[in-house]
């Protein structure tokens, strides 16, 4: 396998070197800066040449448009609610042409624009590039993905990541950040599959706890398999969650936000940007924030204190280098969950029947859990030409978990020792988590946008390096009483108590693994017309599983290859296309250990693999005003890994998951702004055992689910700066257990409905917010049932100078 590995790796080089040396400059490059009437750097600012090409200026002001044909073009910068800027600029084959362009607006009035909502189509934010790891528009990639933006965060008033997510189509909360070791984050359902938000910025951000919104730029979600970019490791079958953090630009600016609502929410956070040398070429930012909530249940808490220098460095035209760090620190009680028997026939098929009590946690803020978290990434980017850019990027995680994790567990058969055959009593368990995971990820990607002969190539070539370490010293878990929702009664939910019942239990011994996986990856987006384009892309990942100990049984190796195909057709330029996909994701699969024939026997497994066939198309109408995507999906997994019986597994198991997606972010005039998007998804088990053949799986979450999000702030007149806020979400009906054996428990459909208002005036800005505005009773789940939270109140006021 390693001779296939090393035979590709020269592959790829000869094409790299290959692509080179046949790039034609048969066009020019336009680039510049703009700038309001005080010198000061405009972000988000529109630049066109009116039916050849469009950007958006960055946070530094600085834009480029590539590939233009040669010949003279009038360059446009524009922000709705200002007067555009306008300037011509000649372009000969192969050079650079450079035209900066200053608005008749000061700094501030642009700062007052987009507060205001002037800005057109503020929640739409899709030109990215992490979802093809290329410079490459929406309607030019052949992939679905969903990306919510900063500015719909703050006009929600969104103060933790779940409520964040909750804004993009086709994802849905199984359950909460647990804390535990390993797997603490969160979970959500995508297209029929479990996932987690385990990518920052396009790299290894894992974390055992929940993540923090300070610092979030926008969330990408990217649908479907993704094997071919982005491995197997962190994503999953229905996609990957990606979260792009706020970077330096070249302005000073401070903002401090302070809210405070319901269950004793206190929270400040601070954004600080500004130049550190007199060239602007060093520029640092830093965020950060103090986090303090309780539960709306009778116990519970969650504080947090947060941290996220970045640095950057233009050392000159070509070599530049950025440094970004986080640093969570963070403690609390687990959410509550009850889990379901997985073995036995449930009690109860219904929540009436359950007698569950979700104002209870059944615990107490004595049994806390810390989650600090560290992420560290720094990369150098070059340009080696005006066709071909180098980057390279490492990057480093530490996760812990270390206190006391507890849940609820339905099929207690006895209370002392007296049977238990009605519904209401549940049991609880108890461990003491000592867990670390650590990781390191490496890459070098060279990215291309150059022709050969007549025809326009994006390539991206890269090799990548991953490592992580699972460090565990955790307890086993021991039983700590039993409870029965329907009997008060004082129960001693001392640190003391849990740790006299953990010894019962006992320790696991401290275990150690390590998994590495050694990448390359290809990527090409050929124009075959310039409305007609191709992507064609592959990767080989080669899996290395160090065991459990040092045993050479324990130890694997397995190589995988994923490829990835897409058409785009635009039947009007830079506005509407329709676009096919296929795509494959995979699962390396670690040794394990089962039994056979009575004895243990380590035994390996084939990769998972997934595959995609998609269709739909894209739209960005009426400059820029309406953006959207309709897509429908069929994605087949096979050679699934399935669970036999108590330590015993077999390979061989399919599932297929099929769908119909839809979004429409529009901004229909002025202040007004609409984010929207339905999901429909049916997922089956079709090869499997006969407790779940034919069923729905547990991960995929409802089968129907709708967001919307209306936003109005008044551009002008005396009440200039006044915005209201009204949407919601809802969810079919889910079956959070659906075996033959053990039955089928499903949790009702609901509907979530939220409003906000908010007023700018000057640096100052005020909001409220209302979540839950009916005091809707509603839970999720996954074998599990997890209570949410009811009506909820929240104010803010913020200052920015």
Same mark, same amino acid.
């Given at each position: 396998?390693?001779?296939?590995?090393?035979?590709?790796?020269?592959?790829?080089?000869?094409?790299?070197?290959?692509?080179?040396?046949?790039?034609?400059?048969?066009?020019?490059?336009?680039?510049?800066?703009?700038?309001?009437?005080?010198?000061?750097?405009?972000?988000?600012?529109?630049?066109?040449?009116?039916?050849?090409?469009?950007?958006?200026?960055?946070?530094?002001?600085?834009?480029?448009?590539? #590939?233009?044909?040669?010949?003279?073009?009038?360059?446009?910068?524009?922000?709705?609610?200002?007067?555009?800027?306008?300037?011509?600029?000649?372009?000969?084959?192969?050079?650079?042409?450079?035209?900066?362009?200053?608005?008749?607006?000061?700094?501030?009035?642009?700062?007052?624009?987009?507060?205001?909502?002037?800005?057109?189509?503020?929640?739409?934010?899709?030109?990215?590039?992490?979802?093809?790891?290329?410079?490459?528009?929406?309607?030019?990639? $052949?992939?679905?993905?969903?990306?919510?933006?900063?500015?719909?965060?703050?006009?929600?008033?969104?103060?933790?990541?779940?409520?964040?997510?909750? #804004?993009?189509?086709?994802?849905?909360?199984?359950?909460?950040?647990?804390?535990?070791?390993?797997?603490?984050?969160?979970?959500?359902?995508?297209?029929?599959?479990?996932?987690? $938000?385990?990518?920052? %910025?396009?790299?290894?951000?894992?974390?055992?706890?929940?993540?923090?919104? &300070?610092?979030?730029?926008?969330?990408?979600?990217?649908?479907?398999?993704?094997?071919?970019?982005?491995?197997?490791?962190?994503?999953?079958?229905?996609?990957?969650?990606?979260?792009?953090?706020?970077?330096?630009?070249?302005?000073?600016?401070?903002?401090?936000?302070?809210?405070?609502?319901?269950?004793?929410?206190?929270?400040?956070?601070?954004?600080?940007?500004?130049?550190?040398?007199?060239?602007?070429?060093?520029?640092?930012?830093?965020?950060?924030?103090?986090?303090?909530?309780?539960?709306?249940?009778?116990?519970?808490?969650?504080?947090?204190?947060?941290?996220?220098?970045?640095?950057?460095?233009?050392?000159?035209?070509?070599?530049?280098?950025?440094?970004?760090?986080?640093?969570?620190?963070?403690?609390?009680?687990?959410?509550?969950?009850?889990?379901?028997?997985?073995?036995?026939?449930?009690?109860?098929?219904?929540?009436?029947?359950?007698?569950?009590?979700?104002?209870?946690?059944?615990?107490?803020?004595?049994?806390?859990?810390?989650?600090?978290?560290?992420?560290?990434?720094?990369?150098? %980017?070059?340009?080696?030409?005006?066709?071909?850019?180098?980057?390279?990027?490492?990057?480093?995680?530490?996760?812990?978990?270390?206190?006391?994790?507890?849940?609820?567990?339905?099929?207690?058969?006895?209370?002392?020792?007296? $049977?238990?055959?009605?519904?209401?009593?549940?049991?609880?368990?108890?461990?003491?988590?000592? &867990?670390?995971?650590?990781?390191?990820?490496?890459?070098?990607?060279?990215?291309?946008?150059?022709?050969?002969?007549?025809?326009?190539?994006?390539?991206?070539?890269?090799?990548?390096?991953?490592?992580?370490?699972?460090?565990?010293?955790?307890?086993?878990?021991?039983?700590?009483?039993?409870?029965?929702?329907?009997?008060?009664?004082?129960?001693?939910?001392? &640190?003391?108590?849990?740790? /006299?019942?953990?010894?019962?239990?006992?320790?696991?011994?401290?275990?150690?693994?390590?998994?590495?996986?050694?990448?390359?990856?290809? &990527?090409?987006?050929? /124009?075959?017309?310039?409305?007609?384009?191709?992507?064609?892309?592959?990767?080989?990942?080669?899996?290395?599983?160090?065991?459990?100990?040092?045993?050479?049984?324990?130890?694997?190796?397995?190589?995988?290859?994923?490829?990835?195909?897409?058409?785009?057709?635009?039947?009007?330029?830079?506005?509407?296309?329709?676009?096919?996909?296929?795509?494959?994701?995979?699962?390396?699969?670690?040794?394990?250990?089962?039994?056979?024939?009575?004895? %243990?026997?380590?035994?390996?497994?084939?990769?998972?693999?997934?595959?995609?066939?998609?269709?739909?198309?894209?739209?960005?109408?009426?400059?820029?005003?309406?953006?959207?995507?309709?897509?429908?999906?069929?994605?087949?997994?096979?050679?699934?890994?399935?669970?036999?019986?108590? %330590?015993?597994?077999?390979?061989?198991?399919?599932?297929?998951?099929?769908?119909?997606?839809?979004?429409?972010?529009?901004?229909?005039?002025?202040?007004? /702004?609409?984010?929207?998007?339905?999901?429909?998804?049916?997922?089956?088990?079709?090869?499997?055992?006969?407790?779940?053949?034919?069923?729905?799986?547990?991960?995929?979450?409802?089968?129907?689910?709708?967001?919307?999000?209306?936003?109005?702030?008044?551009?002008?007149?005396?009440?200039?700066?006044?915005?209201?806020?009204?949407?919601?979400?809802?969810?079919?009906?889910?079956?959070?257990?659906?075996?033959?054996?053990?039955?089928?428990?499903?949790?009702?459909?609901?509907?979530?409905?939220?409003?906000?208002?908010?007023?700018?005036?000057?640096?100052?800005?005020?909001?409220?917010?209302?979540?839950?505005?009916?005091?809707?009773?509603?839970?999720?789940?996954?074998?599990?049932?997890?209570?949410?939270? $009811?009506?909820?109140?929240?104010?803010?006021?913020?200052?920015?100078?």
């Amino acid at each position: 396998m390693l001779k296939i590995y090393k035979s590709y790796l020269s592959t790829i080089a000869m094409l790299f070197i290959g692509l080179v040396s046949f790039a034609q400059e048969n066009t020019g490059t336009v680039k510049g800066s703009i700038k309001t009437s005080d010198g000061i750097s405009a972000e988000a600012v529109e630049v066109t040449i009116k039916g050849i090409a469009n950007t958006t200026a960055d946070k530094n002001g600085n834009y480029i448009l590539k #590939n233009i044909p040669t010949g003279t073009y009038t360059v446009t910068a524009r922000l709705v609610g200002l007067a555009p800027a306008s300037g011509q600029v000649t372009v000969t084959a192969g050079s650079i042409a450079v035209l900066d362009l200053a608005l008749k607006a000061s700094n501030q009035q642009l700062k007052e624009v987009v507060v205001s909502g002037g800005k057109k189509n503020k929640y739409f934010a899709k030109e990215s590039q992490f979802v093809s790891k290329m410079p490459l528009s929406n309607l030019e990639n $052949p992939q679905v993905y969903s990306v919510i933006a900063k500015e719909l965060l703050a006009d929600q008033l969104v103060t933790n990541f779940d409520d964040a997510l909750r #804004n993009a189509p086709g994802i849905d909360k199984l359950w909460s950040s647990s804390g535990r070791g390993g797997d603490g984050a969160g979970y959500f359902s995508l297209r029929g599959f479990a996932v987690q $938000p385990t990518l920052v %910025n396009g790299l290894p951000g894992l974390t055992n706890g929940s993540l923090d919104v &300070s610092n979030v730029e926008r969330i990408e979600v990217l649908k479907g398999p993704s094997g071919t970019l982005y491995g197997s490791s962190l994503i999953s079958y229905g996609g990957l969650i990606n979260t792009v953090t706020k970077q330096p630009f070249d302005n000073k600016m401070v903002e401090v936000n302070y809210t405070a609502g319901s269950y004793g929410l206190n929270r400040i956070t601070a954004d600080v940007n500004t130049p550190l040398d007199a060239d602007h070429k060093v520029l640092f930012r830093m965020n950060a924030a103090y986090h303090d909530e309780s539960s709306f249940q009778d116990a519970g808490f969650r504080k947090s204190r947060f941290f996220a220098p970045s640095l950057s460095y233009k050392v000159n035209e070509k070599l530049s280098f950025l440094f970004n760090a986080q640093f969570l620190i963070s403690e609390g009680t687990n959410p509550t969950m009850l889990f379901f028997n997985r073995s036995y026939p449930l009690r109860t098929t219904t929540l009436d029947g359950l007698g569950y009590d979700n104002r209870k946690s059944y615990t107490s803020n004595a049994l806390s859990m810390s989650n600090p978290v560290t992420t560290v990434q720094a990369q150098m %980017n070059y340009k080696i030409s005006d066709e071909w850019n180098s980057q390279i990027i490492v990057s480093r995680g530490t996760a812990k978990s270390k206190g006391y994790y507890t849940y609820l567990f339905e099929g207690v058969a006895s209370v002392n020792n007296v $049977p238990v055959s009605g519904n209401g009593i549940f049991s609880r368990y108890i461990t003491n988590q000592n &867990s670390t995971t650590e990781t390191t990820d490496i890459q070098q990607n060279f990215t291309g946008d150059f022709k050969i002969g007549n025809m326009r190539n994006r390539v991206v070539a890269g090799l990548d390096y991953y490592l992580a370490t699972s460090i565990n010293n955790s307890s086993n878990y021991a039983l700590f009483g039993s409870v029965n929702p329907l009997v008060s009664a004082a129960e001693n939910l001392t &640190s003391q108590a849990a740790d /006299n019942a953990i010894a019962t239990a006992g320790y696991g011994g401290n275990t150690r693994s390590t998994q590495s996986i050694y990448s390359a990856y290809v &990527s090409d987006v050929f /124009n075959i017309t310039p409305a007609l384009s191709a992507m064609a892309s592959l990767r080989i990942d080669h899996f290395r599983n160090a065991g459990l100990s040092v045993a050479a049984a324990n130890r694997y190796g397995q190589t995988a290859l994923s490829p990835k195909f897409g058409l785009v057709y635009q039947v009007i330029q830079d506005q509407l296309s329709v676009f096919g996909n296929y795509m494959n994701g995979f699962k390396n699969v670690a040794p394990i250990n089962q039994l056979v024939g009575g004895a %243990n026997v380590i035994t390996t497994f084939d990769p998972e693999h997934a595959n995609q066939l998609e269709a739909g198309i894209k739209s960005d109408l009426f400059d820029g005003k309406l953006s959207g995507s309709l897509s429908y999906y069929d994605i087949k997994v096979s050679n699934i890994v399935l669970s036999t019986g108590l %330590n015993q597994y077999t390979q061989g198991g399919d599932q297929y998951s099929k769908g119909f997606e839809a979004q429409i972010i529009a901004n229909p005039f002025d202040g007004f /702004n609409i984010i929207a998007g339905y999901s429909k998804n049916k997922s089956k088990l079709t090869n499997a055992g006969a407790n779940v053949q034919g069923r729905r799986p547990v991960a995929a979450g409802p089968e129907d689910l709708v967001n919307l999000w209306l936003s109005y702030k008044i551009t002008q007149g005396a009440a200039k700066g006044l915005g209201f806020g009204f949407g919601g979400n809802y969810a079919g009906e889910n079956n959070i257990v659906n075996d033959a054996t053990v039955g089928v428990f499903t949790l009702p459909s609901y509907t979530i409905l939220n409003a906000s208002a908010s007023y700018a005036t000057g640096a100052f800005t005020f909001g409220l917010k209302l979540d839950n505005l009916t005091d809707k009773e509603y839970y999720k789940g996954w074998t599990t049932l997890e209570p949410m939270r $009811p009506r909820t109140f929240s104010g803010s006021i913020g200052y920015r100078f």
